[in-house]
């Protein structure tokens, strides 16, 4: 992940367009003649490789005779060919290349392979970063860029647009100049070679002019890399996501998940909205375009009717919206306006005949309702009033409120005019209740996201104490005999490890007894048979409701057992209850290895014949809560019963997901079935499979880093208790109050000019961080009644290929002097040095004596330059340079 020499990408000061005779026209055409209408204010040179060539279209240069590099070139020409134009730009100083697509060459997959690999090896030595091949382009409407072959020029806006797909970014520019929709940046990555999303979502998480983002791919990058470019991109933009449904190619694999719920479960835990048609992509844009932050979810629905508006409340508590409950008060006002003996309800539904002028009153009634958190309106023809008019009156109330009021116009051509009205106001217009509801609901589901993007879990259990050394032991066993799977004791010592809860089945002998351990514990029961020599197989009944049942399905059993397993005998049967003493329905609990986002957590109903819910690991109890609640689980159970089998189930979830963190050698476990009792959950069927591993990898195996626990230290400093430990999202305000604490001459030391107040993103973006990329270490102290407070802070940035690091540190001003600042060093150098960082740096102002002689005291070495001090610390020898992924 690098967002190295992308600025030469999006923000060039020069750009050239080098094609062949072979590759001219078409590409080449299209992108010099868009270059010169978009009225882009740097150079562009039009430049040919060759010595001859027949690229026609004015004057150009041969690559040698450029007198000054380009910051970035569009190269048009055949993909073979395009190494040795790397090499050539690279050494003259441009820093980006784009690689159109070559459309008339035709290539073997082995020399396609072959060429994308020579085009790597040639950018790789001078870090020229490679858009392509195949690329369509990009625009940068704010700089009238457009090295593109849109024949739109994108309005500028304040979203990015990243695309997989050409065809789409067309259609979408085109769609948004007719809504007057604009746009940072568009960018067609195609075959991502070099620059994938996960690059390009880096930039625009720090790009000032991109406050939205939209992305339409089909596949992620490496999926660590992909979760962690996704999550700071989301952490203070929103980012909405195109990516349909797509079929499961998976030859020889059997996986208990679909790809696209793995998908669907990374988005929801990167804050991203998923949506899944190209009119969901339009209604997006212009969404992001218009709408306000949303302050809760509780909607209330306004109508001139009440049939539109009962589709639209009944659309939303459909799909789990929640309605907003009149204010006695806001009743009171709307009384006046209602005209009828009935108190005014929600959907609210005015009179037909209700002026403009009412029109808004009514909505400033309900904007002043604190328990209102936005508005829906829904017109359908009026002979009473012209939707146009209405229109403006809604956008007049829109004008007096910061909550947002989406509106809805029912109809044909009459409400055409009304919508255009509408969205000229700044408002959402749509045409069909249902699309609204549709909007609103994903803003609202953008909002939970975001509550799953600031869970942190801990890499270290919390809420209880698993038996490491025990659980170490089963799986040390198992591999040392050479096993794949870990016998059933062995399994059961595991899972008892990690407060697991695990229940042999019942033997019986024969058929009699299995009848007699049927009536004993009572119906409906599960069946399997046992097979000579414990084969393992899948050959077993469920939900068997009497003995007649039990006798006819033995004998298929057996049937099926003489077919598939020749020549074994059938040494008895092993009989459990179907259901759980609770009433609930058994499940299907387990692990299974996803090829993009590795370990992935999944839960369904027991046999696998129902879809899983599935979540990425590492998990707490609010992630873990959230995935049992979206299954509905528990929905069949006792209300008095309900909250604690939900409980249950997360505690499970919770320690399957911490036994995944400590214990690298399982690959893969399926719990089927599982009961969920008040008591807790109890395992009745088990496979675990374990392998070798040559080093310990822990988390680092799940796409998502947790909270590292492990650097927590307690300490104690000048007499005062404190706590070093990484930063979590709800340091926000402590860290608020030591940077508005500071002196103004610490605060010019730390920050190289005066800084009492952070903007509240750029807290966010220091406090929500990715552990995988970044580590800041707070000195925290509490008081006797609980408040914490921040005493200092330090922090390193570590670039992609973990060759270098930047620090930074700050101590509050009534406290420097003390030694903090060494102890807070000391713990981030020796953080750096075991995460394989290459050399740690910072630059410190010239007159800041105190900084420059405790780098002096850790061993950094100094380097004085005009204003400021430069400050190296070596840890490791340089890796060889390359990708990370």
């Given at each position: 992940?690098?967002?190295?020499?992308?600025?030469?990408?999006?923000?060039?000061?020069?750009?050239?367009?080098?094609?062949?005779?072979?590759?001219?026209?078409?590409?080449?055409?299209?992108?010099?003649?868009?270059?010169?209408?978009?009225?882009?204010?740097?150079?562009?040179?039009?430049?040919?490789?060759?010595?001859?060539?027949?690229?026609?279209?004015?004057?150009?240069?041969?690559?040698?005779?450029?007198?000054?590099?380009?910051?970035?070139?569009?190269?048009?020409?055949?993909?073979?060919?395009?190494?040795?134009?790397?090499?050539?730009?690279?050494?003259?100083?441009?820093?980006?290349?784009?690689?159109?697509?070559?459309?008339?060459?035709?290539?073997?997959?082995?020399?396609?392979?072959?060429?994308?690999?020579?085009?790597?090896?040639?950018?790789?030595?001078?870090?020229?970063?490679?858009?392509?091949?195949?690329?369509?382009?990009?625009?940068?409407?704010?700089?009238?860029?457009?090295?593109?072959?849109?024949?739109?020029?994108?309005?500028?806006?304040?979203?990015?647009?990243?695309?997989?797909?050409?065809?789409?970014?067309?259609?979408?520019?085109?769609?948004?100049?007719?809504?007057?929709?604009?746009?940072?940046?568009?960018?067609?990555?195609?075959?991502?070679?070099?620059?994938?999303?996960?690059?390009?979502?880096?930039?625009?998480?720090?790009?000032?002019?991109?406050?939205?983002?939209?992305?339409?791919?089909?596949?992620?990058?490496?999926?660590?890399?992909?979760?962690?470019?996704?999550?700071?991109?989301?952490?203070?933009?929103?980012?909405?996501?195109?990516?349909?449904?797509?079929?499961?190619?998976?030859?020889?694999?059997?996986?208990?998940?679909?790809?696209?719920?793995?998908?669907?479960?990374?988005?929801?835990?990167?804050?991203?909205?998923?949506?899944?048609?190209?009119?969901?992509?339009?209604?997006?844009?212009?969404?992001?375009?218009?709408?306000?932050?949303?302050?809760?979810?509780?909607?209330?629905?306004?109508?001139?009717?009440?049939?539109?508006?009962?589709?639209?409340?009944?659309?939303?508590?459909?799909?789990?919206?929640?309605?907003?409950?009149?204010?006695?008060?806001?009743?009171?006002?709307?009384?006046?306006?209602?005209?009828?003996?009935?108190?005014?309800?929600?959907?609210?539904?005015?009179?037909?005949?209700?002026?403009?002028?009412?029109?808004?009153?009514?909505?400033?009634?309900?904007?002043?309702?604190?328990?209102?958190?936005?508005?829906?309106?829904?017109?359908?023809?009026?002979?009473?009033?012209?939707?146009?008019?209405?229109?403006?009156?809604?956008?007049?109330?829109?004008?007096?409120?910061?909550?947002?009021?989406?509106?809805?116009?029912?109809?044909?051509?009459?409400?055409?005019?009304?919508?255009?009205?509408?969205?000229?106001?700044?408002?959402?217009?749509?045409?069909?209740?249902?699309?609204?509801?549709?909007?609103?609901?994903?803003?609202?589901?953008?909002?939970?996201?975001?509550?799953?993007?600031?869970?942190?879990?801990?890499?270290?259990?919390?809420?209880?104490?698993?038996?490491?050394?025990?659980?170490?032991?089963?799986?040390?066993?198992?591999?040392?005999?050479?096993?794949?799977?870990?016998?059933?004791?062995?399994?059961?010592?595991l899972l008892l490890a990690y407060g697991i809860e695990s229940e042999e089945a019942t033997p019986a002998g024969n058929i009699d007894e299995a009848v007699g351990a049927a009536d004993a514990s009572g119906y409906p029961v599960d069946i399997a048979l046992a097979l000579a020599s414990d084969v393992e197989h899948a050959l077993a009944a469920r939900e068997l409701r009497s003995p007649e049942d039990i006798r006819i399905a033995v004998r298929g059993l057996r049937a099926r057992a003489r077919k598939e397993f020749p020549g074994i005998r059938v040494s008895g049967y092993r009989l459990r209850p179907s259901i759980a003493r609770s009433g609930l329905p058994a499940l299907r609990l387990g692990v299974a290895d996803d090829a993009v986002f590795g370990p992935v957590i999944y839960l369904g109903e027991a046999g696998g014949e129902s879809r899983n819910r599935v979540v990425l690991p590492p998990l707490n109890r609010r992630l873990a809560m959230d995935l049992v609640a979206r299954?509905?689980?528990?929905?069949?159970?006792?209300?008095?019963?309900?909250?604690?089998?939900?409980?249950?189930?997360?505690?499970?979830?919770?320690?399957?997901?911490?036994?995944?963190?400590?214990?690298?050698?399982?690959?893969?476990?399926?719990?089927?079935?599982?009961?969920?009792?008040?008591?807790?959950?109890?395992?009745?069927?088990?496979?675990?499979?374990?392998?070798?591993?040559?080093?310990?990898?822990?988390?680092?195996?799940?796409?998502?880093?947790?909270?590292?626990?492990?650097?927590?230290?307690?300490?104690?400093?000048?007499?005062?208790?404190?706590?070093?430990?990484?930063?979590?999202?709800?340091?926000?305000?402590?860290?608020?109050?030591?940077?508005?604490?500071?002196?103004?001459?610490?605060?010019?030391?730390?920050?190289?000019?005066?800084?009492?107040?952070?903007?509240?993103?750029?807290?966010?973006?220091?406090?929500?961080?990715?552990?995988?990329?970044?580590?800041?270490?707070?000195?925290?102290?509490?008081?006797?009644?609980?408040?914490?407070?921040?005493?200092?802070?330090?922090?390193?940035?570590?670039?992609?290929?973990?060759?270098?690091?930047?620090?930074?540190?700050?101590?509050?001003?009534?406290?420097?002097?003390?030694?903090?600042?060494?102890?807070?060093?000391?713990?981030?150098?020796?953080?750096?040095?075991?995460?394989?960082?290459?050399?740690?740096?910072?630059?410190?102002?010239?007159?800041?004596?105190?900084?420059?002689?405790?780098?002096?005291?850790?061993?950094?070495?100094?380097?004085?330059?005009?204003?400021?001090?430069?400050?190296?610390?070596?840890?490791?020898?340089?890796?060889?340079?390359?990708?990370?992924?």
């Amino acid at each position: 992940m690098t967002v190295r020499n992308l600025d030469f990408l999006f923000r060039p000061r020069s750009v050239a367009v080098v094609a062949e005779a072979a590759e001219q026209g078409c590409y080449a055409d299209v992108v010099l003649r868009n270059l010169a209408t978009g009225g882009f204010s740097g150079a562009v040179t039009q430049v040919t490789a060759k010595k001859h060539s027949v690229f026609g279209i004015g004057a150009h240069v041969h690559l040698s005779e450029l007198v000054t590099a380009p910051d970035h070139s569009i190269v048009c020409a055949p993909l073979r060919d395009v190494a040795g134009i790397v090499v050539e730009l690279g050494g003259r100083g441009t820093r980006a290349v784009i690689v159109g697509p070559s459309l008339r060459e035709k290539l073997s997959e082995t020399q396609v392979a072959e060429a994308r690999k020579a085009i790597l090896d040639a950018a790789r030595p001078q870090l020229v970063r490679v858009l392509g091949p195949g690329s369509g382009g990009l625009l940068v409407p704010a700089a009238r860029l457009n090295a593109s072959v849109s024949p739109v020029m994108a309005g500028r806006g304040k979203i990015a647009l990243v695309v997989q797909s050409a065809a789409i970014a067309a259609a979408a520019l085109d769609r948004a100049a007719s809504k007057g929709i604009g746009f940072s940046v568009v960018v067609h990555l195609c075959a991502a070679l070099d620059i994938d999303l996960a690059d390009v979502l880096d930039w625009l998480a720090e790009d000032p002019e991109t406050e939205a983002i939209l992305v339409q791919f089909e596949v992620a990058p490496a999926g660590r890399k992909f979760m962690s470019a996704a999550r700071a991109a989301a952490r203070n933009k929103p980012v909405v996501a195109m990516r349909g449904e797509h079929l499961d190619c998976r030859q020889g694999q059997s996986l208990p998940f679909r790809s696209d719920d793995v998908y669907e479960a990374a988005l929801r835990r990167a804050g991203w909205i998923r949506i899944d048609t190209l009119e969901d992509l339009f209604d997006a844009a212009a969404a992001m375009a218009r709408v306000r932050p949303l302050r809760g979810e509780r909607l209330a629905i306004v109508g001139n009717g009440r049939g539109l508006g009962r589709i639209a409340a009944t659309t939303l508590l459909k799909y789990g919206g929640r309605l907003a409950r009149l204010a006695p008060q806001t009743a009171q006002k709307l009384s006046g306006l209602m005209r009828t003996g009935a108190p005014p309800d929600n959907p609210l539904a005015l009179p037909p005949d209700l002026s403009p002028a009412g029109w808004t009153a009514a909505l400033e009634a309900l904007a002043a309702d604190t328990g209102i958190d936005a508005m829906l309106t829904v017109y359908s023809p009026s002979p009473f009033a012209a939707g146009t008019e209405v229109a403006a009156a809604i956008g007049a109330a829109a004008a007096q409120t910061a909550k947002n009021i989406f509106s809805c116009w029912v109809g044909g051509s009459a409400m055409q005019e009304a919508q255009q009205v509408a969205a000229a106001k700044g408002l959402l217009a749509h045409d069909s209740p249902e699309k609204a509801i549709g909007i609103f609901l994903g803003i609202v589901n953008y909002e939970r996201n975001r509550e799953l993007l600031l869970q942190m879990p801990p890499s270290v259990a919390e809420e209880f104490l698993p038996d490491l050394d025990g659980a170490r032991a089963a799986v040390a066993e198992a591999l040392d005999a050479g096993a794949g799977m870990l016998p059933p004791r062995a399994a059961r010592q595991l899972l008892l490890a990690y407060g697991i809860e695990s229940e042999e089945a019942t033997p019986a002998g024969n058929i009699d007894e299995a009848v007699g351990a049927a009536d004993a514990s009572g119906y409906p029961v599960d069946i399997a048979l046992a097979l000579a020599s414990d084969v393992e197989h899948a050959l077993a009944a469920r939900e068997l409701r009497s003995p007649e049942d039990i006798r006819i399905a033995v004998r298929g059993l057996r049937a099926r057992a003489r077919k598939e397993f020749p020549g074994i005998r059938v040494s008895g049967y092993r009989l459990r209850p179907s259901i759980a003493r609770s009433g609930l329905p058994a499940l299907r609990l387990g692990v299974a290895d996803d090829a993009v986002f590795g370990p992935v957590i999944y839960l369904g109903e027991a046999g696998g014949e129902s879809r899983n819910r599935v979540v990425l690991p590492p998990l707490n109890r609010r992630l873990a809560m959230d995935l049992v609640a979206r299954g509905g689980f528990a929905r069949e159970a006792a209300e008095d019963e309900r909250e604690t089998l939900e409980t249950e189930l997360a505690t499970v979830l919770v320690r399957l997901s911490q036994l995944l963190t400590d214990i690298d050698e399982i690959t893969a476990i399926e719990l089927d079935p599982i009961h969920v009792e008040t008591t807790g959950v109890v395992a009745r069927g088990r496979h675990i499979h374990v392998e070798k591993r040559g080093r310990r990898v822990g988390f680092r195996r799940f796409a998502i880093r947790p909270y590292p626990k492990e650097l927590e230290q307690h300490i104690d400093w000048r007499g005062r208790k404190l706590l070093i430990r990484p930063i979590r999202p709800e340091d926000e305000t402590t860290l608020a109050d030591l940077i508005a604490s500071l002196d103004p001459e610490d605060s010019r030391m730390r920050f190289f000019g005066t800084m009492r107040k952070l903007p509240r993103s750029q807290l966010a973006r220091f406090t929500q961080i990715d552990y995988d990329r970044e580590i800041a270490l707070v000195a925290i102290e509490r008081d006797d009644y609980g408040v914490e407070r921040s005493l200092g802070e330090a922090r390193m940035v570590a670039d992609p290929d973990n060759r270098l690091a930047e620090f930074a540190i700050l101590v509050a001003s009534d406290v420097k002097g003390g030694g903090l600042g060494r102890r807070l060093m000391e713990s981030l150098i020796d953080c750096a040095r075991k995460r394989g960082i290459g050399e740690l740096h910072g630059e410190t102002l010239s007159e800041n004596q105190r900084m420059q002689d405790l780098a002096r005291k850790l061993g950094f070495t100094l380097k004085t330059g005009p204003g400021v001090v430069e400050m190296h610390l070596p840890l490791h020898p340089p890796a060889p340079l390359g990708r990370t992924e």
